[in-house]
C-alpha cells in the first residue's frame, strides 16, 4: 500500500542555523503534499505545500522540494528560532483517487538557543 | 467561522464501553476524516467521507464506526472499547480543490 518515510525523527539544530527533513513517497499516483507543524498538545497545523507541477516552493523561512522523480520531497527551514521547535510532518496525497492524506511519522526539531 | 470542532477535549472509558467522539464543520468541506495518532506513529486514517453518505476505511479502522448524514456532522464511534485504542483523535476536513486539510483541537481518550 502507499508509504511516506520521513527522517530523522530527531533532529537539534542552534539558532540561526538551517533545518532539513526529508520524505519519500511509494504511491506514483501522488500530486500533493502538504507539511504540517504540530507544538506540543495542539493540533497539526498546515504551514507549506507543494504540488506536483512545481518543483520547489518558498513562504519566507520555509521552502519545500520536489524531485518526482526520485519519489522525494524536502522541507527547509533557514535561519531557526525557538519557536521553530515543534514536531513536522509530511504527507502525500493524490487529487484523481481516493484523496486520502498519508502521513509521514514526524520529525521532532529543537533549536537551541 | 469556528473551523472544525471537536467534543469532548479528554474522554476516559473502562474496556467494553462504547462512545461516540463528535466532529463538525463550518466550512461546507465535502471531504472530512478521522485520524488518530500515537507517540512515534504518526497520524495514521482510521475513516473517511468524501460527502454526505459516503464513508470509507482507511488505514486502522477496526473498532472504530462513522457516518455521514450531514456535510457538517462526521462522529466516530467506538464499539466496544479497547486499551489498544487509547489515543489522540483528531478530525479533519480538506478544501477542495486546493486540497488543504484542516484539524480539530483534537479528543484525548483513555481506555482503562
Known amino acids: 500500500g502507499e508509504n511516506v518515510e520521513q527522517h530523522p525523527s530527531t533532529l537539534s539544530v542552534q539558532e540561526g542555523d538551517s533545518a532539513v527533513i526529508k520524505c519519500t513517497y511509494s504511491?506514483?499516483?501522488?500530486?500533493?503534499f502538504p507539511w504540517y507543524k504540530q507544538e506540543l498538545g495542539k493540533r497539526p497545523q498546515l504551514i507549506i505545500d507543494?504540488?506536483?507541477?512545481?518543483g520547489e516552493k518558498k513562504d519566507q523561512r520555509i521552502a519545500v522540494t520536489l524531485n518526482k522523480t526520485a519519489k522525494h520531497f524536502s522541507l527547509h527551514i533557514t535561519e531557526t528560532q525557538p519557536e521553530d521547535s515543534a514536531v513536522y510532518f509530511c504527507?502525500?496525497?493524490?487529487?484523481?483517487?481516493?484523496?486520502?492524506?498519508?502521513f509521514g511519522t514526524g520529525t521532532r526539531l529543537k533549536v537551541l538557543a | 467561522n469556528a473551523g472544525v470542532t471537536q467534543t469532548p477535549k479528554f474522554q476516559v472509558l473502562k474496556t467494553g464501553q462504547s462512545m461516540t467522539l463528535q466532529c463538525a464543520q463550518d466550512?461546507?468541506?465535502?471531504?472530512m476524516s478521522w485520524y488518530r495518532q500515537d507517540p512515534g506513529m504518526g497520524l495514521r486514517l482510521i475513516h473517511y467521507s468524501v460527502g454526505a453518505g459516503i464513508t470509507d476505511q482507511g488505514e486502522v479502522p477496526n473498532g472504530y464506526n462513522v457516518s455521514r448524514s450531514t456535510t457538517e456532522d462526521f462522529p466516530l464511534r467506538l464499539l466496544s472499547a479497547a486499551p489498544s485504542q487509547t489515543s489522540v483523535y483528531f478530525c479533519?476536513?480538506?478544501?477542495?480543490?486546493?486540497?488543504?486539510?484542516?484539524f480539530g483541537p483534537g479528543t484525548r481518550l483513555t481506555v482503562t
Open positions: 479533519a476536513s480538506r478544501e477542495a480543490p486546493s486540497m488543504k486539510q484542516y
Open positions: 466550512m461546507n468541506h465535502e471531504y
Open positions: 507543494i504540488r506536483s507541477n512545481v
Open positions: 504511491d506514483s499516483a501522488s500530486n500533493y
Open positions: 504527507a502525500a496525497s493524490d487529487t484523481s483517487g481516493t484523496y486520502k492524506y498519508i
